[in-house]
């Protein structure tokens, strides 16, 4: 199971960090990240990060600003969020897969999808 938590109401420019915390399997064995999905948008790749943690992998649009991070001690996955802009503003949702780094974009459906937390920047 993945629970993401940390969403909330933030102004261009803040910063926000989302957690995941992954139960119930061992998704240290796997490749995890981020998505998220606007209103009346399609599901988007934010950003993916190896079973170690040494390998990470960003969508353009929130590359620099974004940074992924796991604690496999302690089965969460983290996503700091810094100089948000409104059109960061989604549903975000954690996720694992066994594919590797190639294969994290857009169209993945990760084989683990975690309930999402909102995140909504004003401007």
């Known amino acids: 199971q993945l629970q993401a938590s940390g969403g909330g109401l933030a102004e261009a420019g803040d910063s926000l960090r989302l957690s995941c915390a992954a139960s119930?399997?061992?998704?240290?064995?796997?490749?995890m990240g981020w998505f998220r999905q606007a209103p009346g948008r399609e599901h988007e790749f934010v950003a993916s990060i190896s079973r170690g943690g040494g390998d990470t992998k960003y969508a353009s649009s929130v590359k620099g600003r974004f940074n992924i991070s796991r604690d496999n001690a302690e089965n969460i996955l983290l996503l700091q969020m810094n100089t948000l802009k409104p059109e960061d503003t989604a549903v975000y949702h954690c996720?694992?897969?066994?594919?590797?780094?190639?294969?994290?974009?857009?169209?993945?459906?990760?084989?683990?999808w975690g309930q999402g937390t909102l995140v909504t920047v004003s401007s």
């Open positions: 996720a694992a897969d066994p594919r590797p780094a190639e294969a994290w974009g857009d169209r993945l459906r990760p084989r683990y």
């Open positions: 119930g399997r061992h998704f240290i064995a796997y490749r």
